[in-house]
Structures are given as structure tokens and as C-alpha cells.
């Protein structure tokens, strides 16, 4: 008799295990389902639900972001669009023989520099501390920023693919603020 309640016992408790397991697991998928959701929705409100979707899905945090978190992981994909054209413009600087050209590529880095330095890092900031208007005009800004550097060129601007995607994701940004 007292195998049996000891193997009863055993199997009570293997059983319980598992099932706790299984909520557990329910519960981390149902989780990130409503998390999920909650992007798609998001971006859904935005002009561009692709780029949307795909800027915030590519952050590992994405999953586990509120809609706070959710504006936060955008704002950082700008800053990683704004350091990336930055650097493409500091490679136009190196490679250009022309003194003009140079000239007009220095004054658009020394325009994206604080972008990337502060006006960005501030944006993020303000919304931590949920002042959306403030992060909302920081968009704004930083799109007058990088039109100021394409229209230093007269004809086409070797940045104007850059900043057609930064402006995009600065549309979005604003749109997600906005949201909030």
C-alpha cells in the first residue's frame, strides 16, 4: 500500500509539473501574440506598415516592448539610419577629390553629427519621461535637418536614396508617437 501512495505521490506531482510547464508555456506564447498584436496595430496607423513592422521586429526587445517600448525601438532604428547615412557621407568625404563636393559633404556630416550625438538620444529620452510632443518635434526637426544638406546639391543629391528611407522612418516615428 504504501508503494502505491508513493507512486501515486510521484505521479501527482510528475503531472502537475507538467501541466505547469504547459501554462507557462501557453502563457509566454499568448504573451507575445498580444505583444505581436499590439505592433501590427501600431503600425497599421503609420504610412508605411512594412517598414514598420520590419524596424521594429528586427530589435531583439521588439517582443517584450510596450507601446512606449515600441516608440523607443523606433526612434533607435532612425539613429541607426541616421549613423549609417553619416557614415556614408564621412566615406563621400574621404573619396571626393572635388573641394566644392567636399566642402558640401563636410557641412551635411557636420548637420548629421548632432543628430546622432543628441537630437536623437533626446528624443528617446523624452519619451521614457512621456514627452511625446517634444520627441514629436524632434521628428520634425530632424527632417528639416537632412533636407537643409540635400538642397546644398543643384542638381540630384548622392543622399537622396539615404534620406528618402530616413524620411520614411521619420514619418513613421511621428506617426507612432503620435499613437501615444
Known amino acids: 500500500m504504501k508503494k502505491t501512495s508513493a507512486f501515486m505521490s510521484f505521479f501527482q506531482t510528475l503531472l502537475f509539473s507538467c501541466l505547469f510547464l504547459q501554462l507557462t508555456q501557453s502563457s509566454t506564447q499568448m504573451n ?7 505592433v501590427d496595430d ?3 496607423k503609420t504610412p508605411n506598415f512594412d517598414l514598420c513592422s520590419s524596424t521594429i521586429h528586427s530589435n531583439p526587445q521588439a517582443g517584450k516592448s510596450d507601446a512606449n517600448g515600441i516608440a523607443v525601438i ?7 539610419s541616421v549613423t549609417n547615412t553619416l557614415s556614408f557621407i564621412q566615406g563621400l568625404v574621404k573619396e571626393t577629390k572635388d ?4 566642402r558640401k559633404y563636410v557641412s551635411c556630416a557636420e548637420t548629421y553629427i548632432p543628430l546622432e550625438k543628441t537630437i536623437l538620444p533626446q528624443a528617446v529620452d523624452s519619451i521614457n519621461k512621456k514627452k ?3 520627441a514629436i518635434f524632434s521628428m520634425g526637426f530632424i527632417g528639416k535637418e537632412i ?5 546644398q546639391f543643384s542638381n540630384s543629391s548622392p543622399l537622396n536614396e539615404k534620406t528618402g ?6 514619418d513613421i516615428g511621428t506617426a507612432i508617437l503620435k499613437q501615444l
Request: with cysteine.
Open 74 to 80: 523606433m526612434v533607435n532604428g532612425i539613429l541607426q
Open 147 to 151: 533636407d537643409s544638406c540635400n538642397k
Open 42 to 44: 501600431m503600425c497599421k
Open 32 to 38: 507575445d501574440i498580444v505583444l505581436d498584436d499590439l
Open 99 to 102: 573641394p566644392e563636393l567636399q
Open 132 to 134: 511625446y510632443g517634444l
Open 165 to 170: 528611407s530616413l524620411h520614411q522612418l521619420l
